[in-house]
């Protein structure tokens, strides 16, 4: 099967830019996350979806960041105004719950590097 | 929320050596996997392995789930199994996935 899909792999942008990236998951995944993972630590997660509504977003920052998940199959997550303590790996998982198969699985996420 | 401590924070061996790496849970899950980030950043699901115990090839894992801890365990080491190897646990079977801070794995030829 496919993998999850994600763009761009690189995106440099200035401090208070904004940019958006992109999450394409396993075809039939219904649960998808956006993790945020910094140098040197282990991931976050920013915001989960079951098909396409909202599951878990409590570690947001919702006065800059936004993600949708139109129609429960593709997802963007935008940040507007970008800062510099944004600078990390933003990374798309998908799973399959219900079905005892409950690993995740990611995509090679982007790297984000805010200057 | 749920705490994730993993040991050792650093490791080093030689190839062909065995290592056992740790994970330590502060609350009952029914969600427990185990990653390898590779040197290029990307994340590989080993294990879903709430309790019990799995094998796969020369990897194998065991969560004892009474005692909140999970092992992970590398046989016969080679250098592609350098990384870093997280744990990540979740509450419910469907909830999100805590993880920890990762041992960062070095085989040396």
């Known amino acids: 099967e496919a993998g999850v899909a994600q763009s761009p792999r690189y995106k440099i942008i200035e401090k208070r830019q904004s940019v958006a990236f992109w999450c394409n998951p396993i075809s039939g995944h219904a649960t998808l996350y956006w993790y945020q993972q910094i140098l040197g630590q282990g991931p976050k997660l920013l915001i989960q979806?079951?098909?396409?509504?909202?599951?878990?977003d409590s570690q947001l920052p919702k006065d800059r960041f936004s993600a949708e998940r139109l129609k429960g199959v593709d997802s963007t997550l935008k940040i507007q105004p970008a800062k510099l303590e944004d600078s990390a790996v933003y990374l798309c998982?998908?799973?399959?719950?219900?079905?005892?198969?409950?690993?995740?699985?990611f995509g090679s996420g982007t790297r984000l590097t805010v200057v | 929320g749920i705490q994730v401590e993993q040991s050792p924070p650093d490791l080093i061996l030689q190839e062909g050596a065995n290592s056992t790496l740790r994970c330590n849970f502060s609350d009952s899950v029914n969600n427990l996997q185990w990653f390898h980030q590779n040197p290029w950043g990307q994340l590989i699901n080993l294990f879903y392995i709430p309790s019990g115990t799995k094998q796969n090839g020369r990897l194998s894992a065991t969560t004892v789930a009474t005692e909140r801890y999970s092992l992970l365990y590398i046989s016969s080491s080679q250098t592609t199994d350098s990384g870093v190897y997280f744990c990540?646990?979740?509450?419910?079977?469907?909830?999100?996935?805590?993880f920890g801070k990762g041992t960062r794995l070095h085989i040396l030829p």
């Open positions: 998982a998908s799973s399959f719950p219900g079905t005892g198969h409950y690993g995740y699985t």
């Open positions: 990540a646990v979740g509450r419910g079977r469907d909830d999100k996935i805590i």
């Open positions: 979806f079951q098909n396409n509504g909202v599951v878990d």
